[in-house]
């Protein structure tokens, strides 16, 4: 039984605090329209109003509007500016422009051919007419014509003097009717019922959504105050009725611009929210009418989801007790399976260290293949170099016997005492040693064994130390090398040995290829794309083989035993590989011979 009364007391509860929270949820849903919609519309008005306002400034800087306030008596004068005002009202869209002296008197309008023109109308007693009098400048206002009897928003400004000091000599206006601002208003598409209203200072409506809602009165208006408004003629002869409407308060959690209201419509009495914004520029305020329908549809949808919340944590409640009951009943099973869980983790731990064991071995042969592979490339460089050794003696050989000539012809000069041809003889020598110098130095670094990991690398470096090796071994003689090297870098993800290596490979079997040419040329260039640096070794040889794939086998070799074991396409493509380019070898397309392409990932600026 206790349980049965906390039950219905929580569901009471829950239904109350549902109940509010919808009527919460609801008005400031009917808020943020109210004010989405206000915003909509100040934009709209504020644009309409920046639109006209320097049109009357304009208008007054014509010259036929100084001239006939200056001689309001010549009928030229006054049929031309009829005209161009007519001309104006016609181009900014205007129902009526009309130019006053400094009385307020109308000399000239856009319609003066019509029974109701406003010429000899005197309008002193207009705010828009007084005012920009006053200001010497341009003044607005919104009013009733008591003309046309048609609404309109009226843009003044003084036509002044061109001698200084400027003085105002009349007034021109132009009168922009409403009834476009009225037909932007928009209703809310989630709301049946919404309204809108365009008060003024005093709270009289100027625009309405609702015909019967024009020139009443939505705010008090004292009497005094209303007969200032009647002898301003601002609304003509209309009675400006109040409203009949209740206020209900302000709503739980919405702004202090909202209040609840009712009005009587005519046939039933209507509850909206009325949500005030001020519009720009002006003393208005538009007022958004939405009805509160939607809020009690709101707090039904919320006193639903209270009660299958509550019912949901009923169940649950249900659920959860009868969950314990089991969860006892399956305690004594779950000790005998943890049992069985212990023996079988230690089975898992026994798999597991003999998996370990397996990873150690494994990670220790991929080591020691690593290595391998690493003599296996400094064992194929040393084999490069066992093969120049040759072409090494023949250029050491040269210089060498050079620099014996030299000395001894030193020794006789010097015995003559001519010192100048001894240190001629002896910059020759130094620059003999300098080339040896270089010579030996290339085979060095070509030499010894890659530093560190790859970084970025110039790629014209390791082809020019490349080809002087070439030219050091002495096949390059009667070849004729086109090295097309760029002006600027071309930087690389890659190591200058490894690379060196590869481009020596590369050139020397291009030299091997045109032995049995006619005019033997080997041509290397650097081509650019997006995101590589492509280096190509080009020949005019016999080509190679159908199948290319199988020269990058290892010990595959198309040359002689003295030229090689076939180990050097192959070493050099797992090179290339390592450094996350690639390597392709096929025939020209454009001429005869075979080409070596090596593709690298390209760097924009050196590490």
């Known amino acids: ?146 003309t046309t009897n048609e609404r309109g928003l009226y843009f003044s400004h003084t036509v002044t003097s061109d001698q200084e000091p400027k003085r105002p000599l009349g007034v021109i206006a132009v009168k922009i009717q409403v009834n476009e601002l009225e037909s932007q208003w928009r209703r809310p598409e989630s709301f049946s019922v919404a309204e809108m209203v365009v008060l003024d200072l005093d709270g009289v409506s100027f625009l309405a959504s609702r015909p019967n809602w024009l020139y009443r009165a939505f705010e008090p208006i004292s009497d005094q105050r209303l007969a200032e408004i009647r002898a301003q003629r601002r609304y003509f002869d209309e009675p400006l009725t109040p409203i009949p409407k209740a206020e209900r308060g302000r709503p739980w959690g919405v702004g202090e ?19 005030d914004t001020p519009l720009p520029q002006l003393d208005w305020t538009l007022r958004v009418l939405i009805g509160t329908d939607q809020v009690l549809w709101t707090q039904v949808q919320f006193l639903i989801a209270g009660t299958l919340v509550y019912l949901g944590c009923f169940l649950t409640w249900l659920y959860l007790r009868e969950r314990y009951r089991r969860e006892a009943e399956l305690a004594e099973r779950g000790v005998q399976l943890e049992h069985r869980v212990a023996e079988r983790t230690a089975d898992l731990e026994a798999s597991n260290q ?38 090494l003696n023949h250029e050491m050989n040269q210089p060498l016997t050079a620099i014996q000539a030299y000395a001894r012809n030193s020794q006789r000069f010097l015995e003559r005492g001519d010192s100048e041809t001894v240190q001629s003889n002896l910059g020759e020598i130094v620059g003999l040693c300098d080339k040896m110098a270089e010579l030996t130095r290339q085979f060095k670094v070509f030499a010894r064994k890659s530093e560190g990991p790859p970084s970025t690398v110039d790629l014209r470096l390791p082809i020019d130390a490349a080809l002087k090796i070439i030219q050091a071994q002495g096949l390059s003689d009667r070849v004729q090398i086109d090295w097309q090297r760029p002006d600027f870098p071309a930087f690389v993800h890659g190591d200058l040995i490894r690379i060196e290596q590869v481009l020596v490979n590369l050139v020397a079997n291009a030299l091997h290829a045109v032995e ?58 797992q090179i290339v590989d390592a450094l996350g380019g690639q390597l392709t070898g096929r025939n020209r397309t454009d001429a005869r011979g075979a080409e070596f392409i090596v593709e690298l990932n390209r760097r924009e600026t050196p590490e």
């Open 354 to 391: 003999q998996l370990k064991a397996e990873i150690h071995e494994r990670e220790r042969a991929e080591k020691e293949l690593k290595e391998t592979q690493q003599e296996l490339i400094q064992a194929a460089k040393l084999a490069v170099l066992g093969q120049m050794s040759a072409g």
């Open 516 to 573: 049995s040419s006619e005019s033997p040329t080997v041509t290397v260039q650097l081509v650019t794309k997006p995101m590589h640096w492509v280096c190509r070794v080009l020949d005019n040889g016999p080509g190679l083989p159908a199948n290319t794939e199988q020269l990058f086998e290892p010990f595959f070799t198309t040359k002689s035993l003295k030229q090689g074991l076939g180990l050097g396409l192959s070493i050099s493509r």
């Open 1 to 146: 039984m206790k349980y049965r009364t906390w039950g219905l007391l929580l569901f009471v509860l829950t239904c109350l605090v549902s109940w509010v929270l919808g009527s919460w949820v609801g008005y400031r849903q009917v808020e943020r329209e109210s004010l989405d919609e206000s915003f909509r519309y100040s934009q709209l008005v504020a644009n309409e109003l920046n639109r006209y306002r320097p049109i009357p400034e304009l208008m007054a800087q014509h010259p036929v509007m100084l001239d006939v306030l200056r001689d309001p008596g010549n009928p030229d004068l006054v049929l031309a500016a009829n005209e161009e005002m007519k001309r104006m009202a016609t181009i900014v869209a205007s129902s009526d422009v009309y130019l006053m002296n400094t009385d307020g008197l109308t000399i000239a309008a856009n319609n003066y051919e019509l029974p109701t023109s406003f010429i000899g109308r005197n309008f002193a007693f207009r705010p828009y007419f007084f005012e920009a009098m006053e200001r010497n400048g341009d003044a607005l206002y919104y009013a009733l014509g008591i």
């Open 257 to 275: 611009q909202s209040v609840r209201v009712a009005i009587n419509t005519g046939d039933n009495q209507q509850e909206y929210l009325s949500v």
